[in-house]
Each structure stands twice: as C-alpha cells, then as structure tokens.
C-alpha cells in the first residue's frame, strides 16, 4: 500500500461490519428517503429501502424485496438468542404499530402502516398467527422452489441469521452496531437480533422525517483494511 498508487490504497478499504444509513432527497416531493445496509462479516446482507410511496422494503441477500412488516411478523416464530428481551413476540397489526408509534408519529407519512398496506391479503386459517403466515410468504418469495412448510422456512431463517456458523457480525460488528443504534447488547453477541431490526426501522422512519441524519459512508471510521 505505501508504494501502491491511490487507486490501489483506496481498493483495499472495504467496509466495516455494521449498519450504515444512506438519505436522499426525492426532487418531486421534496421529501427524503433513507437506505439502510447491514453488513455481517460473513452471512447474507440485509438492505433496506424507503420507497416513493412511504413505505419500506427489505432485500435479503440481494434477492427479491418483501415489505419490511412480513419480515418483522416472521421474526416473532424464531429465536435470537435473546430470551424474553424480544421486542416482537406475536407480529400483529397492533405490535407493529406500538413498536414505532412514538418515532412513526407524521400523519402525512406513516411508515409502518403503509408497508402493511403492502402485504398480502393473510388468509389465516383456525389455529394458525399472522405470524405464521408472514414466515412461510416471506420464505416463498426468497425460496420459491423449496416446499413451503412452517418448519423450513424457521428453520431457514434462523439458519440464515441466528447461526454463528453462517452469519457473523465479528466483535467489531456488534460494537458497531450496539453504538449506532444505542443499545448494549454483549459483544460476545455476534449474530443479529430482533432489537437491531427494529431500531434500525426506527432510525430509517427518524431519517425519512428529518429527525436523524445519515452516515458518511466514506468516512474513515467507517472502512477497515481488505485481509
């Protein structure tokens, strides 16, 4: 690097485990909208968009974009190794909306209940959640070829982010994240949570309203050296 040129120096600083929020201004209304990237040290990347419509989408592993409420719903079936400290445990309408009703609180754009808007029409038959539901929907649009049960789309899921043999966020990920998003989670904590997706949903809404700001994605702080 000290002989290379620029351009060789600056291919070598790559991103850093962490979540990263982008903005930018939509010209014909004047409004932002703000982007979101998770980035694990090994495992599959979450982004997550504002659309022009006020509500947000997530890409799993750069795959096909699901409203963020059928991902949030899905999450309530599977564990994070959290306990009892989840914030979503049933998924419904009424969770979602009291989870973000204090940062989600502009009646010209309300966020979550515009990406429920998005949703399906839940056909939920006797003995069976809306959370349900939401995990095998969210299951079929990332794996259409695979058969749809309720056992492998969980076991997906948790597989894909709550394994520390597939997903990893490295110490530096976990402190990353837990100074971002104001939260003190372990840093033995290495695998993603129910608590980072939802402030991380906040911290988008509080961007989209102008409360918060976005990152300087090529800011130093936020690159490390490729290894």
């Known amino acids: 690097i000290i002989n290379g040129t620029e351009r060789v120096v600056v291919n070598q600083l790559i991103r850093s485990p962490g979540v990263y929020f982008e903005r930018e201004l939509d010209r ?5 909208l703000s982007t979101a990237k998770l980035i694990p040290d090994r495992g599959a990347w979450m982004e997550l968009e504002t659309r022009k419509h006020d509500y947000i989408i997530i890409k799993f592993n750069r795959k096909r974009t699901t409203p963020i409420t059928i991902f949030l719903r899905a999450l309530a079936l599977v564990d994070d190794g959290m306990g009892e400290d989840s914030p979503i445990k049933t998924g419904s309408d009424e969770e979602l909306i009291e989870l973000f009703r204090d940062v989600d609180n502009n009646p ?21 959640t809306v959370a349900e539901a939401a995990l095998i929907e969210f299951f079929k649009r990332l794996r259409p070829g695979d058969p749809p049960t309720l056992e492998n789309a969980k076991e997906f899921l948790e597989e894909q982010l709550f394994d520390q043999r597939r997903y ?5 990920g976990r402190y990353k994240l837990n100074q971002k998003l104001d939260q003190e989670i372990q840093i033995s904590h290495r695998t993603i949570t129910k608590s980072d997706i939802v402030r991380i949903v906040r911290r988008m809404i509080q961007i989209n309203n102008g409360v918060e ?6 800011h130093l702080g936020n690159r490390r050296i490729k290894t």
């Open 108 to 128: 010209d754009r309300l966020f979550i209940p515009s990406s429920i808007n998005q949703e399906p029409s839940w056909e939920i038959e006797e003995g069976h």
């Open 213 to 218: 700001r976005g990152d300087d994605i090529d």
């Open 28 to 32: 014909a209304t004047g409004r932002y």
């Open 168 to 172: 990893d966020l490295e110490r530096v």
